[in-house]
């Protein structure tokens, strides 16, 4: 089945530097790539997407690219700020029997004011 | 005017008990999950529902029994509670299964079970 390894697992940055957050997947058939967000003792919530027909796609500081050969998809958030302190996971969508995402381990990110 | 809503929020009991998580959603979603987060925050499906029927069981215990009255609710009971059984546990909602979709999560409900 489909595997999604997310590297790093803890990232601290200084404000208003840049972080870029990195995952793997498995399965080729993959086609939709989400990013997630959770706040501490908060619900996971997206924060940007991508499908397989577009190699890269951005919402403000935050930008994601897929690199569909090598099957890899990455975060970069660029100018932190505190508030983008939180755990990120990315996932990958499995086709395999009945559709699911399959999520990574998770990044706790830290920015340092 | 919550879109994933679950209760109970904190659920605290002793192992060998019986205990049920409900949630709603009012999005008008065909599909519904129940996650389980464990204390390094892993994030794994265990259960899917699309339009009432089971089409995800993803080897989770026997004591664990997903069950949805209708498409916008999904409840989990767990019999005989166990200490591994700890963790937090979201319920998500999509628009359907045809092609890949946002999942919207309810806020978690943290289960201790001591």
């Known amino acids: 089945g489909e595997n999604v390894e997310q590297h790093p697992s803890t990232l601290s940055v200084q404000e208003g530097d840049s972080a870029v957050i990195k995952c793997t997947y498995s399965?080729?058939?993959?086609?939709?790539f989400p990013w997630y967000k959770q706040e501490l003792g908060k619900r996971p919530q997206l924060i940007i997407d991508?499908?397989?027909?577009?190699g890269e796609k951005k919402d403000q500081r935050i930008a994601v690219t897929l690199n569909k050969t090598a099957k890899h998809f990455s975060l970069h958030i660029t100018e932190t700020q505190p508030e983008d302190s939180a755990v990120y996971f990315c996932a990958a969508n499995t086709l395999q029997g009945a559709q699911k995402l399959v999520f990574g381990q998770g990044t706790r990110l830290t920015i340092n004011p | 005017d919550t879109a994933v809503s679950q209760t109970p929020k904190y659920l605290v009991t002793q192992m060998g008990n019986d205990k049920s998580i409900k949630c709603e959603q009012n999005l008008g979603h065909d599909t519904m999950y129940w996650y389980k987060q464990d204390s390094k925050k892993f994030l794994k499906i265990m259960f899917s529902y699309n339009n009432k029927e089971l089409i995800i069981n993803e080897t989770v215990p026997n004591r664990f029994s997903p069950k949805s009255p209708d498409k916008a609710h999904l409840n989990l009971h767990i019999n005989s509670l166990e200490l591994g059984d700890s963790a937090v546990y979201f319920c998500a909602s999509s628009q359907g299964i045809s092609e890949a979709y946002e999942q919207y999560f309810g806020p978690g409900t943290r289960l201790t079970v001591t």
């Open positions: 399965d080729s058939a993959s086609n939709y």
């Open positions: 991508i499908r397989s027909n577009v």
